[in-house]
Nanobody, 115 residues
Framework: QVQLVESGGGLVQPGGSLRLSCAASGIIFSIYAMGWYRRAPGKQRELVARITSGGSINYGDSVKGRFTISRDNAKKMVYLQMNSPQPEDTAVYYC?????????WGQGTQVTVSS
C-alpha cells in the first residue's frame, strides 16, 4: 500500500520559516520524482517544487529563491524548506510522487502564514 504522509504544517509568521516533511512508503522511492503542490482557497492546485530521481529541481515562479526542496532516498523522505513565507503562501500543501503516468498524493497539510 502506497502512503505519502505530510507533516510540519501549521501557523507561521510572515518572514519566518517552516519545514514540511513527507514520508513515503510502499514505493521504490529512489526512482520516483517527488514534489510539493499547493491549493489555496478558491484557486487551482499549483506546483510548488519538484525534484526528479536524478536530482533535477524546478520551482514554481512564486516561490523561487524562498523555498527549497530536497530528498533523502535512504529515509524515503522529501522536504520543503519554506523561508520568508508570505500570506499568499497560505494553502494546503500536498506531497506527490510520480513516475510515468502514475501519481500518488498525500492527504495534505495546512500552512497558514499570518501575523
Amino acid at each position: 500500500q502506497v502512503q505519502l504522509v505530510e507533516s510540519g504544517g501549521g501557523l507561521v509568521q510572515p518572514g519566518g520559516s517552516l519545514r514540511l516533511s513527507c514520508a513515503a512508503s510502499g514505493i521504490i522511492f529512489s526512482i520516483y520524482a517527488m514534489g510539493w503542490y499547493r491549493r489555496a482557497p478558491g484557486k487551482q492546485r499549483e506546483l510548488v517544487a519538484r525534484i526528479t530521481s536524478g536530482g533535477s529541481i524546478n520551482y514554481g515562479d512564486s516561490v523561487k529563491g524562498r523555498f527549497t526542496i530536497s530528498r533523502d532516498n535512504a529515509k524515503k523522505m522529501v522536504y520543503l524548506q519554506m523561508n520568508s513565507p508570505q500570506p499568499e503562501d497560505t494553502a494546503v500543501y500536498y506531497c506527490n510522487g510520480g513516475i510515468g503516468s502514475v501519481n500518488f498524493w498525500g492527504q495534505g497539510t495546512q500552512v497558514t502564514v499570518s501575523s
